[in-house]
């Protein structure tokens, strides 16, 4: 495995040889504007079934596929709609994916055998040039092991995928930190399949009909019928037992907070929570880590899942997570913090 480091510039040599990995169906790790992506060629059934091993990933989870540019968007999909044109104007390239109705080009594989692939133009600049170079559609889905949070700068993916790719692109942490909105459109109506970045609010602009798909914030049944697989299947979770405390009103969630403290004083506790109640907490010996500024959901969500895999290397007997708004970002936030505590929030 060979480590590039384009955090000042792109060596466009060195992409050349990374481009022309993907075309051969091998592996490598790249930037995207959400968070890191392992791909491959999508149209090689063998670099593709290769991807799920490297991860572990469930055969029943399908791949997003990246394009550069509406050629390629051309040869993968068919009957794209006038509400998927508006959103493909508004939100391409950036961090928006939409399922749409697949050409038999792809392989099987790629989507798990569903007849609709999700396909997103990814607002970064290595990964277009990337995507270009290789001149073929690549298919990946976060560099990260099934299951754990993904991977949003090169120290945390290193050790878990270096055996697994010939490349990995280190562009420093990356800009989003966490992945695409997923949305897939159902009767004219924009449904929200996976919040991200691009909010309902932001969809409402462009002048169509949207919701967030009911089952966002509940626990699923692995044997339910879903609309987007990755729903049902353990995500984002650190190995540390982690529990939610959320509420609108920052000092009795902190009283809340305070309690649990209190009651688990013999417990090693690592609490995830503002910058500005960390003051608050100082009478306690606790792992405090910082989400950052309150309100500031950009520098929240670009640290989230760096944050949660840092609670893991601190070997403590369970950890506090603090909720922020639902607002925005902070959909998407409170969605994989929700996953990360497996359903255990306390709502205050
Ligand atoms: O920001 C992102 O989307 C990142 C970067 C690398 O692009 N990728 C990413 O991929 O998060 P992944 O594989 O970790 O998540 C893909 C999600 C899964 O929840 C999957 O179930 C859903 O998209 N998905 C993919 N194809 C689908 C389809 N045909 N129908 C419904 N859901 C689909
Ligand atoms: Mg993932």
Not at 10 to 20: G, H, M, R, S, Y
């Amino acid at each position: 495995m060979e480590l590039l480091d384009f955090k000042e510039k792109i060596d466009l040599k060195q992409l050349e040889k990374v481009a022309n990995c993907i075309k051969k169906g091998k592996l490598v790790v790249f930037p995207t504007e959400t968070v890191y992506g392992i791909g491959t060629n999508a149209f090689d059934e063998m670099a593709v079934s290769n991807i799920f091993k490297a991860k572990g990933r469930p055969s029943d989870n399908p791949l997003i596929v990246h394009i550069a540019n509406f050629k390629m968007l051309d040869e993968l999909v068919t009957n794209v709609n006038e509400v998927e044109k508006k959103l493909m104007k508004a939100f391409w390239p950036g961090p928006l994916t939409i399922i749409l109705p697949k050409k038999d080009v792809l392989p099987q594989n790629v989507t798990c055998g569903l007849d609709t692939v999700g396909i997103r133009m990814p607002n970064n600049d290595i990964a277009l040039k990337l995507i270009k170079m290789a001149n073929v559609p690549i298919a990946a889905p976060s560099a990260n092991v099934s299951g754990k949070p993904s991977g949003t700068t090169i120290e945390d993916i290193y050790l878990e995928l270096k055996d697994k790719v010939e490349y990995m692109i280190d562009s420093s942490i990356t800009n989003i930190g966490v992945e695409s909105t997923v949305v897939k459109i159902i009767d004219n109506e924009v449904v929200i399949l996976r919040p991200g970045k691009i909010s309902p609010d932001d969809i409402k602009k462009v002048g169509v009909n949207v919701k967030l798909h009911d089952h966002l914030f509940k626990n699923i049944n692995i044997n339910d019928r879903v609309e987007s697989p990755g729903m049902k299947h353990r995500h984002y979770a650190p190995s540390t037992k982690t529990i939610l405390v959320d509420g609108v009103d920052n000092e009795k969630t902190c009283d809340k907070i305070f309690k649990l403290l209190d009651e688990n004083k013999t417990k090693k506790i690592a609490l995830l929570s503002y910058e500005e109640n960390k003051k608050v907490f100082d009478n306690f010996d606790i792992e405090y880590l910082s989400l950052g500024k309150m309100g500031d959901l950009n520098v929240i969500s670009q640290n989230i899942f760096t944050n949660l895999r840092k609670v893991d290397k601190l070997n403590v007997d369970f950890c506090i997570v603090q909720g922020v708004e639902k607002e925005g970002v902070g959909i998407a936030i409170m969605n994989r913090l929700t996953w990360a505590c497996e359903y255990n929030v306390i709502n205050v």
